[in-house]
Nanobody, 126 residues
Framework: EVQLVESGGGLVQTGGPLRLSCAASGFTFNDYYIGWFRQAPGKDREGVSCISNSDGRQYYVDSVKGRFTISSDNAKSTVYLQMNSLKPEDTAVYYC???????????????????WGQGTQVTVSS
């Protein structure tokens, strides 16, 4: 059974740090890109970051560059998103998702992701 389970969300003050985790199982971890997405109330879902588990390539949307860091622990089949200097506009439900390396773009397009986690709420107080 394919599973992606996010954890680490919560309430944090503006400027604070938070680390999200995405634990993967049921597929060959190194054959997939793992991405982080977020969706704020009333807004479309947007891609935040992505990592290639095969070679470590990283992608960040402009709004989080310099503040967020994605990393992967292949031995644990877990991807992390370290979020620093958080802003109220970072408030959203955060999802991790997996896309096959083979035949997909870098970074993958949203529709290329096959599996999605349940989401974890991040709330940044002003």
């Amino acid at each position: 059974e394919v599973q992606l389970v996010e954890s680490g969300g919560g309430l944090v003050q503006t400027g604070g740090p938070l680390r999200l985790s995405c634990a993967a199982s049921g597929f060959t971890f190194n054959d997939y890109y793992i991405g982080w997405f977020r969706q704020a109330p009333g807004k479309d879902r947007e891609g935040v970051s992505c990592i290639s588990n095969s070679d470590g390539r990283q992608y960040y949307v402009d709004s989080v560059k310099g503040r967020f860091t994605i990393s992967s622990d292949n031995a644990k089949s877990t991807v992390y998103l370290q979020m620093n200097s958080l802003k109220p506009e970072d408030t959203a439900v955060y999802y991790c998702a997996a896309a096959e390396l083979a035949g997909n773009a870098w970074p993958p397009r949203e529709y290329e992701y096959d599996y999605w986690g349940q989401g974890t709420q991040v709330t940044v107080s002003s």
